[in-house]
């Protein structure tokens, strides 16, 4: 009796922590997700200018900025959190006429995700880690949900894949701006380990609640992009 309640006790805490591991964490924070589209022949300066944060920015520091290496048409993805919430005023965002020459086009989404610390440490920016980090790979997609399928599709897009030894995912919620409704960010610590978790998904591409399945299921659009890290 001893032993079979020992297991039970075993049994939960594994279904305990395996729900707790496929669950995102809890959105308290607004996110400004900004893709941009470099003007022609200003892709470097335009990483230069996007690096910087302007003057008055709620929270120094905070921002994330990848560039395109492969998939959707943008050249940047900046991530700055601004807090707990966020406000936009009519007199908008100064910006010297130079660098508004710099962009073709660009979007700009609010979004709700986890606090500053877990942003931070899921994409190795938490204090003394980006210098470590600074190999990573990031996998940055954006998700529709089909009319009554929300609910189904985030909970396909928390659960990890078989095999994916992905070093930190972000799943964050549109609040206001772009045709999305969810944006992940996964990292890896390097391109062979990008590669190594694509080579072990292919099997299991066309297997009953695959990932690759569930988005197809639940989803009536996407789209990935392979990024490097510039900032910081």
């Not at 996998?139 to 089909?146: D, E, F, I, K, L």
């Not at 599709?153 to 919620?173: F, H, N, R, W, Y």
């Not at 988005?215 to 910081?232: G, K, L, Q």
């Amino acid at each position: 009796m001893k032993k079979t309640c020992l297991l039970f006790f075993a049994l939960l805490l594994f279904v305990s922590f395996s729900a707790a591991q496929s669950m995102p964490a809890a959105r308290t924070d607004v996110y400004q997700v900004h893709f941009a589209k470099a003007a022609l022949g200003k892709g470097a300066e335009e990483g230069d200018f996007l690096k910087k944060q302007l003057p008055n920015a709620p929270m120094p520091g905070h921002l994330l900025v990848l560039r395109h290496q492969d998939g959707e048409d943008w050249d940047y993805a900046v991530i700055e959190h601004l807090g707990t919430k966020a406000t936009v005023e009519a007199a908008g965002t100064t910006v010297p006429a130079a660098m508004r020459d710099l962009q073709a086009w660009h979007t700009d989404t609010f979004a709700s995700g986890p606090s500053w610390p877990e942003f931070s440490k899921a994409m190795g920016i938490d204090e003394g880690s980006a210098a470590k980090t600074s190999g990573s790979v990031y996998v940055v997609s954006v998700y529709r949900a089909a009319a009554g399928h929300r609910e189904q599709l985030e909970k396909s897009l928390s659960q990890t894949a078989p095999g994916d030894i992905a070093s930190g995912t972000v799943l964050m919620q549109h609040l206001e701006g772009g045709p999305w409704h969810y944006l992940s960010v996964v990292r890896y610590n390097s391109w062979q380990d990008y590669a190594s978790s694509e080579k072990a998904s292919v099997g299991d591409t066309l297997k009953p609640n695959s990932g690759w399945l569930e988005v197809r299921n639940h989803s009536t659009f996407h789209n990935d992009t392979i990024t490097d890290r510039i900032a910081p």
